[in-house]
Structure formats: structure tokens, C-alpha cells
């Protein structure tokens, strides 16, 4: 199994909406983690993080264009 990283950390669920499915289509292999937690429970965000995008590391680089080109790279981490 390959490793995944976090590439970016979003507020909330719909800033990721248009994001994955320009990684679906581009068959990029992704995993939103703690979207569930934090949009039944914004305040829950406090706790957990916000949501993490992770990626595989070989996708880093793609990945970070994308989000660029989506005008969401306030949401990248370095």
C-alpha cells in the first residue's frame, strides 16, 4: 500500500466538493479524512483538525496544481 500525505486542510465539506471530483476524474487516489465528524458537528472541527485532503506521494505535485487552478491554495500545507 503506498503511502498517503496531507497535501491540504479544508474548513469545511464544501470546499472539497469541486476538488474531488476533478481527482476522480483524473483518477487520482485521495482520502478526505474527518469530513464526516466535522460536517454533522462543525464545532467538532476544533477537536479533530478540520478535514485533511491526503494524497499518494507521487501525486503531491499534480495535486497542488489542481488546487491552485481552483483558486483553493490558501488550503495548502507546506
Known amino acids: 500500500m503506498n503511502d498517503f500525505v496531507v497535501v ?11 476538488l474531488r471530483s ?15 465528524v466535522v460536517s454533522v458537528d462543525p464545532l467538532q472541527s476544533i477537536g479533530f483538525g478540520d478535514i485533511r485532503l491526503k494524497v499518494e506521494e507521487k501525486d503531491v505535485l499534480e495535486v497542488k496544481t489542481i488546487l491552485k ?9 507546506d
Open 69 to 77: 487552478e481552483l483558486k483553493k491554495e490558501k488550503f495548502l500545507i
Open 8 to 18: 491540504a486542510i479544508f474548513n469545511n465539506q464544501r470546499e472539497t466538493m469541486n
Open 22 to 36: 476533478v481527482l476522480e476524474r483524473k483518477k487520482i487516489p485521495y482520502i478526505i479524512q474527518d469530513e464526516t
